[in-house]
């Protein structure tokens, strides 16, 4: 009977490796764009020897040894048989009964086996979490370990987590290096529990890099989709994998290797190479499937494209398989369809019905989070009812995320619902108030705060703000004796982008990081001093601060992703730092020619922001760090940023001018919009003779903007100002209505500025100048003051906040 068994599993595994029958041409013509193992499961399953050997292998589990129980599981499921078939449950089942006494490798391999039926949830895997818990210190086989840790990610702890992480850098250095599927899986358990540790990822990164003439389209396309989920970046590996991609370009000329190219290759390529992997696609887009239509869909809105005729030859291939989706494509499709602002009115209302009936019968809370999300982003006269209704059943098991991604949603219906513009529904009311209320009691019983941050990490947005930031804070404080090494960077980061200064919280980020500087990653040291530059914050021990983290990252200068080197100079520089070797480095020949090779790679908007602060790290180092004799060669770039600018003159900017007229005697003793050396634009600028008379501009006869940037007026244009605020300019902040009730104050400031200065730069400083929860000024509005000083000019800064 044993050797029957046996025969049963040899037969299973000869025909799922080795194919025990012929296979005709149709079959691979049938079958191209299918994974190797794909394409012979159907002809498997109707061969006439499977049904015996299913019906033989259902009647003798009791009789298989603990590898052949699992081995048989693993191959049956490899057939797609389902999972309630007879025969895999009482596999399961029978597994179940052995597992405490299955050996790492079948229990490696009985935990995929449950992955493959959706229970990574199941008191069943509960259970090999807790053995892998006991047994890790033997586990000695890296693929058995990164099976493992896939399989039973959703339900590590903390503790567990680390040891993991531990055991597989452990387990790292002695893998063949030329194994590229060890380090994948370790950045999968990673992604999959959403969780950045730099350490291991860097090791993986060296075995890819490595590899990369091994790798082909579907491996670097997996790479770069897990790095873009973890928002790692590695400019060696994006640059190599560009380079690698484009190469294989002529050679994927099959659906599915050309999907995985056109996916990896088309953000980060060439508008050249981009119009010729659509011009591919084009010729490709009848043969995709509906993954494969799915995958370019998002490929083309991620870059953007405005090829009409291959997003209408995607668009029909989805229309015909929309049956095949799931719920979560579905939201992908219609996400990646609008914003594209591809035109099909008739589709996205098709799309609108089917992601209502998945609402409808949804339960899962981040499925009706994500379905409500991309539904509000769609046009629709009213809200049915069933739509409210479901969101409202599931809001209280929402995550802070989650929440604020339902007030997004709950707004713009709010907003688009014209029967009750005047009067909002008591629906939504309802429904806003179930919000508000879950959020505080989420944020009132939270406890640890790690997982906090993990919700925080993308809330923003008005409800937020208005509605839970008190609340956030409150609960941070609670925490504040949990911020250690491991987190400090993340909350530095949240406090940064939230804009709010806390005192208490900023002092624990230093102190922590003063003293555990040596356990935190050098490339962390950004995050952390972030919020301390742009907040422009000085904790009790500032300097302690400043120098660790110079000292912590400066061996490293090399290994930084040179965008991210820039902008940590950049946050430095603002806070008055420019550590020498820093400055150094990042000006040289060699780093700013690696900059603009991996700019071609970035992201359009992470492209520009890097471009543009490297402009702003180039004006300070010239203005304040003369002696590092570092040239400006931001001239040309600063011309065609002005030239796209918006040169026009608002009515209230045109009344503040007439204003500072009266003050100062004469339109023509004030100019607006100066452009000073370096690239700074002023709001107005007055100069005075050495007697202190004003001193009169140039008239000219028309409004125009000159070379260099500046406005000149023609005073015609003048004659209609009335002498009342215009229209809606109290909405544009105090300083307006300050400069409009205190003229002769204006004119008081003005004259103490000017008694030893004669150019006087006035700026009005609106919100994002400030803080938002105190009128606590910002780094940059400092560094902008301290850099108009060092032109010549005395600086007055009328604040929106000005209360004195």
Not at 255 to 260: A, E, G, L, Q
Request: hydrophobic share 40%; with cysteine; glycine share 2%.
């Amino acid at each position: 009977m044993m050797f029957r068994l046996r025969s049963v599993n040899s037969c299973l595994r000869r025909l799922l490796h080795g194919g025990a029958v012929t296979r005709d041409q149709v079959l691979e013509q049938l079958q191209k764009e299918r994974p190797e193992m794909l394409r012979t499961v159907d002809l498997i399953k109707s061969h006439q020897q499977f049904l015996t050997l299913r019906v033989l292998a259902e009647n003798k589990i009791d009789l298989m040894d603990d590898f052949m129980l699992i081995d048989i599981l693993y191959a049956f499921l490899r057939l797609n048989m389902e999972p309630h078939d007879s025969l895999i449950q009482q596999l399961v089942s029978e597994a179940w009964l052995r597992i405490d006494r299955f050996p790492m490798a079948s229990l490696s391999k009985f935990a995929v086996c449950l992955n493959d039926q959706h229970l990574q949830h199941s008191p069943l895997m509960g259970r090999i979490t807790s053995i892998v818990n006991e047994r890790l210190p033997t586990i000695d086989d890296a693929r058995i370990l990164t099976a493992l840790m896939i399989s039973v990610s959703s339900l590590v702890s903390p503790q567990l987590r680390d040891a993991l992480i531990s055991r597989a850098d452990h387990l790292l250095h002695t893998t063949d290096p030329s194994n590229y599927n060890i380090p994948r899986r370790m950045v999968q358990f990673l992604r999959n529990i959403k969780y950045i540790h730099r350490p291991l990822l860097e090791r993986c990164n060296e075995i890819f890099l490595r590899n990369i003439p091994r790798l082909d389209a579907e491996n670097l396309s997996i790479i770069l989709g897990l790095y873009q989920s973890l928002q790692f970046n590695n400019c060696d590996f994006r640059l190599a994998a560009k380079q690698k991609l484009t190469e294989l370009i002529d050679s994927s000329i099959d659906p599915f290797s050309f999907t995985k190219l056109f996916v990896a290759l088309a953000p980060m390529a060439t508008p050249e190479i981009r119009e010729r992997l659509e011009n591919t696609a084009l010729l490709l887009a009848d043969e995709l499937n509906a993954q494969q239509a799915l995958a370019v869909a998002e490929a083309l809105e991620e870059i953007q494209s405005r090829n009409l005729s291959l997003m209408n030859k995607i668009a029909s291939v989805i229309q015909r398989n929309l049956h095949l989706y799931k719920s979560v494509e579905v939201a992908r499709i219609t996400q990646a369809l609008f914003l594209l602002q591809y035109q099909n009115p008739e589709l996205f209302a098709t799309l609108r019905n089917i992601l209502i009936k998945f609402l409808e019968h949804s339960v899962f809370p981040y499925e009706v989070t994500m379905l409500t999300r991309v539904l509000s982003m769609l046009p629709c006269p009213r809200l049915e009812e069933a739509v409210v209704s479901r969101v409202d059943a599931v809001v209280e098991q929402c995550n802070l995320s989650e929440l604020n991604t339902i007030s997004f949603a709950v707004a713009k219906w709010v907003r688009n619902d014209q029967s009750y513009r005047h009067n909002t529904h008591s629906k939504y009311v309802r429904l806003l108030q179930t919000l508000n209320r879950c959020g505080h009691e989420r944020l009132q019983t939270a406890d640890r705060l790690d997982l906090l941050l993990d919700e925080l990490k993308y809330v923003s947005g008005e409800w937020f703000e208005e509605m839970l930031l008190d609340e956030t804070m409150i609960t941070l404080q609670r925490m504040i004796d949990q911020i250690n090494w491991t987190n400090v960077s993340e909350l530095a980061f949240f406090l940064t982008r939230i804009n709010h200064l806390s005192p208490p919280l900023m002092d624990r980020i230093a102190s922590v990081t003063v003293e555990h500087i040596h356990k935190i990653h050098y490339s962390a040291t950004y995050a952390t001093l972030l919020p301390f530059s742009v907040l422009n914050y000085d904790p009790p021990q500032v300097d302690e601060l400043y120098d660790a983290c110079i000292k912590r990252f400066t061996p490293h200068l090399s290994s930084f992703d040179p965008h991210l080197l820039v902008l940590l100079a950049y946050s430095l520089a603002v806070a008055d730092h420019f550590p020498e070797e820093l400055i150094r480095a990042i000006f040289s020949i060699d780093f700013l020619g690696k900059l603009d090779s991996q700019l071609e790679t970035l992201p359009d908007a992470l492209n520009m922001r890097t471009r543009l602060r490297l402009m702003e790290l180039n004006r300070a180092v010239c203005l304040e760090c003369p002696e590092y004799q570092v040239p400006w060669f931001h001239e040309r770039y600063c011309q065609q940023l002005h030239r796209k600018g918006n040169g026009s003159v608002s009515p209230v900017q045109q009344q503040i001018h007439k204003m500072l007229g009266e003050v100062l005697g004469g339109l023509n003793c004030v100019q607006m919009a100066v452009v000073t050396p370096y690239f700074y634009t002023i709001d107005f600028e007055c100069k005075l003779d050495k007697h202190l008379k004003p001193l009169s501009y140039i008239e000219p006869s028309t409004l125009q903007i000159s070379d260099r940037g500046k406005v000149h007026w023609d005073t015609s244009s003048l004659e209609n100002i009335r002498d009342e605020l215009p229209t809606g300019a109290q909405r544009y902040g105090d300083p307006y209505m300050y400069l409009y009730l205190h003229r002769s104050r204006i004119l008081s400031m003005l004259t103490s500025s000017l008694c030893l200065f004669l150019s006087v730069a006035v700026d009005f400083l609106d919100s994002k100048y400030f803080c938002k929860n105190t009128h606590h000024m910002k780094g940059e509005a400092l560094m902008r003051k301290r850099h108009l000083e060092i032109l010549g000019y005395r600086v007055v800064q009328v604040r929106q906040f000005y209360s004195g």
